[in-house]
């Protein structure tokens, strides 16, 4: 059994009523908490998207001392993030501008960490590259090992207008990958800021909500940038036939 978390846009960097920039840090500081006071081991933390909120160095900074924890932390770009300084201040890597992709081999599971991001832009694409590097990873190597598929942008509608318009689009380019590979158990993504459920290319698709703040819903009033809820995260366990179960959990 693998059992892993996710959470996503924790903003750092993100001003609230001129707060500098605290609320966001102490929220995403709140949830790393709680996992790293766990009990039980964890396999990994999944970061998916958004780290920094205008992409500036001295976010990176913050991001790299907030996602230390005792766990493995896997991460991927956002449309709020920036690809050289998030490459140059969190993976250690020259500054360069091509998508930020990444293959995690874990005990039990392969973790594929995707660069949905469009540089200067809001919505997300997965580009030709990134899907021939997938295609070729999910290829290759432990054919016979569950793979998850993480990325920020989700690349289906999720009945709220003002993130469905800046949501992955071609997305069936990435069916298409997907469908040519049954190990891939689930794909898991972030940028709504709402825990939800779905399914993509006959597979779940599970959207981690946003630490930062809570978007509503339609019936709820929304859709709106709600901060009256508290931060919140998934956990994602893989049972030995790699069945996907997923919980989600407010952290108060």
Not at 2 to 21: E, F, K
Not at 31 to 42: E, N, Q, S, T
Request: glycine share 10%; charged share 25%.
């Amino acid at each position: 059994m693998v059992t892993i978390a996710q959470l996503s846009d924790i903003h750092l960097g993100q001003v609230h009523r001129g707060d500098g920039g605290r609320r966001a840090r102490r929220r995403a500081e709140q949830v790393m908490a709680y996992l790293d006071a766990l009990p039980g081991p964890l396999d990994a933390v999944l970061v998916t998207g958004d780290l920094a909120d205008h992409g500036l160095p001295e976010e990176y900074r913050q991001v790299a001392k907030v996602l230390q924890s005792r766990h493995p932390v896997l991460i991927c770009p956002g449309n709020h993030d920036r690809r050289e300084p998030y490459r140059e201040l969190l993976l250690g890597e020259a500054p360069a501008q091509g998508p930020v992709n990444r293959a995690h081999h874990l005990p039990g599971v392969d973790v594929l960490m995707l660069d949905s991001s469009i540089p200067g832009r809001n919505d997300g694409l997965l580009e030709d590259a990134t899907l021939e590097w997938l295609d070729g990873r999910l290829a290759a190597g432990r054919g016979d090992v569950p793979a998850l598929v993480g990325f920020h942008h989700p690349p289906v509608e999720l009945s709220i207008p003002t993130v469905d318009r800046i949501r992955q689009f071609e997305e069936e380019r990435l069916a298409e990958v997907v469908r040519r590979h049954p190990r891939v158990a689930a794909l898991l993504c972030g940028h709504a800021h709402t825990p939800a459920a779905t399914t993509f290319a006959g597979r779940p698709l599970l959207v981690a909500p946003g630490v930062v703040y809570t978007v509503t819903l339609p019936c709820e009033g929304g859709p709106g940038a709600s901060s009256d809820h508290p931060p919140m995260l998934a956990f994602h366990v893989l049972d030995d036939d790699g069945r996907v179960t997923t919980h989600y959990r407010a952290v108060c």
